[in-house]
Every structure is written in C-alpha cells, then in structure tokens.
C-alpha cells in the first residue's frame, strides 16, 4: 500500500539550530515528492517538488534532498518565521496521475527566539 | 490578489442542514479539486475536475455532491450533515492532471457540524 510517513511529529528548536525533517514513503513508480508548507488556519503552500533520487533544491533556509525511499528538508539557521507544520506529499501512478497523490500528515516545527 | 478563493471561511451548522462551499482560482488552471483535513491534519482527496468534467470521485458519502460550473468554479455542496464531517476543506487548483503538476491550495474552510 503506498504510504508516506514524516517524522518527528513536532521539532523544537532554538533560533540558528539547523536541522532536517523526514519523508519515508513507499510507493511503486513515484512520480514526484512535494513539500508543503502549512502555517496555522492557511492553506499549504508550495514549496518544492523533486522527481528523482539525488534531486535537490532550496529556497531560502530550506534544501530539500530526494533519495529511493525517503525525502529530507533541511532547514538552516532557522528563524521564529519558519516555524509552521511542514507537508510531504508523493504522487504515484494511478488511472489519473491527479488521484495518487498522498500526504504524510507533517511536521510541526516551532522556533523560538 | 488570492489565486485560490474560498468561502465561507468558518461555518457552524447543526446536524441535517444542507450547505455549500464555493471555490473560485484566477490562475488559468483546467483542474481543480477538494481535499478533506481531518483532526491528525491528514490531506485527503474527495473530488477533482479537469475542464468541469469529474476525473476523481473518492470513496466519499454520495451526500458529498461538487458542481463545476465552469474551469474557474469548484463548489461542494453537502446534504444531510453529519457531526463527523466537522473538518476542514481546502479548494484546490493545478495545470492539468499531469504527474508532478503542482497544485495550489485555497486558504480552507473550517465546518463545525453541531
């Protein structure tokens, strides 16, 4: 069954502490990765996508990383506004491309100042 | 200007009301869909139209009914509400059904079902 996991849950860091977010996903035949990102009582908002193993590409204080089996979002030196719950979703093959997509159910991220 | 509009934003109603969300994108999109955030912030597809023609139809409760009046225009009209459709339902749009398209979400509407 396809599948996408993230983890943690939710990450507390201190402003300037750089860390990454996981995507674990099995799905057969990916088509691409998405990441998300969620702010309180918002809609997700786009942020990459990547369609291959050893893809990356960043934005800001944000690098996402594509491997076979999972995704990272690194995030450096980050800053109270990129506190927000961040959102992987994959998209495998299904009798339309539109209907295979499925989301993890995100990370919480929480920067204090 | 919002390229994925919703409304209403909130709505509390009681059990076996009949309401509507409308959805509105200006982004020239032919596909637009309705995605269901349950509480554990699962994202989960119900509908989706390509040029105001049904492509998806997820297993939802057929007192699920979306119109699209034209490429611009999604709604979701809900019939019979049920407590257990208190959540939040996000209009979204995206550039055809093409793998890796992106889509682009509204800001969501939060339905409280009392």
């Known amino acids: 069954e396809d599948q996408v996991t993230q983890s943690p849950e939710a990450l507390r860091l201190q402003e300037g502490e750089s860390s990454s977010l996981n995507c674990s996903y099995t799905v057969s035949g990916l088509r691409g990765l998405f990441w998300y990102r969620q702010d309180p009582g918002k809609g997700p908002e786009f942020l990459f996508t990547l369609y291959s193993a050893g893809e990356e590409k960043e934005k800001e204080r944000l690098k996402a990383t594509l491997t076979k089996k999972e995704s990272f979002l690194h995030i450096t030196a980050p800053k109270p506004e990129d506190s927000a719950t961040y959102l992987c979703a994959v998209q495998a093959p299904g009798y339309s491309s539109a209907s295979k997509i499925i989301f993890g159910s995100g990370t919480r991220l929480s920067i204090r100042p | 200007d919002t390229a994925v509009s919703q409304t209403p934003k909130y709505l509390v109603t009681q059990m076996g009301n009949d309401k509507s969300i409308k959805c509105e994108q200006n982004l020239g999109h032919d596909t637009m869909y309705w995605y269901k955030q349950d509480s554990k912030k699962f994202l989960k597809i119900m509908f989706s139209y390509n040029n105001k023609e049904l492509i998806i139809n997820e297993t939802v409760p057929n007192r699920f009914s979306p119109k699209s009046p034209d490429k611009a225009h999604l709604n979701l009209h809900i019939n019979s509400l049920e407590l257990g459709d208190s959540a939040v339902y996000f209009c979204?749009?995206?550039?055809?059904?093409?793998?890796?398209?992106?889509?682009?979400f509204g800001e969501g509407s939060w339905l409280t079902v009392v």
């Open positions: 979204a749009s995206s550039q055809g059904v093409l793998s890796g398209n992106t889509i682009y």
